[in-house]
């Protein structure tokens, strides 16, 4: 495991597994294909400030994943993120999401730290929001 921005376990259950990806601002492009939810015990996945669009449809199968950041990235929907129930940090910024935030989104349960600001939500922040028991913070 000698990638760019990848690092692996080494040595126990896990040898060589991917644990985290971190290749921001590294100027990619296109959409992320749906098998990254396929390294099950990826924690960290950072690919903020890059021209890139995410489906979140199969996230739950990257169920070890608890840092996810995609600030500033082509993203236009955040729909599926609440199957992603490991999560304790995710930061969404500057992606010009619109609307209220998807009802499975208040599933994340762990989650300790949120961002979304400057993004263009409107209407009532969800009661269900007092179901995330574990946030700490959030900046809207």
């Keep these: 495991c000698s990638w760019y921005g990848v690092d692996c376990y080494l040595g126990g259950d896990h040898n060589e ?40 449809d199969s996230v739950g199968g990257a169920s070890s994943l608890e840092l996810l950041r995609l600030s500033q990235t082509n993203i236009t929907s955040i729909v599926g993120l609440g199957s992603s129930i490991s999560l304790r940090e995710l930061e969404v910024a500057s992606l010009g999401l619109t609307g209220s935030l998807p009802e499975d989104f208040f599933k994340l349960e ?13 209407g009532e922040v969800s009661r269900s929001i007092g179901d995330l028991s574990s946030l700490e913070e959030l900046y809207l």
């Design 110 to 122: 762990s989650l300790e730290r949120l961002v979304l600001d400057h993004n263009n939500l409107s």
């Design 17 to 56: 597994l991917v644990r985290s990806i971190v290749l921001d601002n590294n100027n990619l492009v296109g959409t992320v294909g749906s098998g990254i939810w396929l390294l099950t015990q990826l924690i960290e996945l950072d690919l903020s400030e890059n021209q890139i669009d995410v489906d979140f």
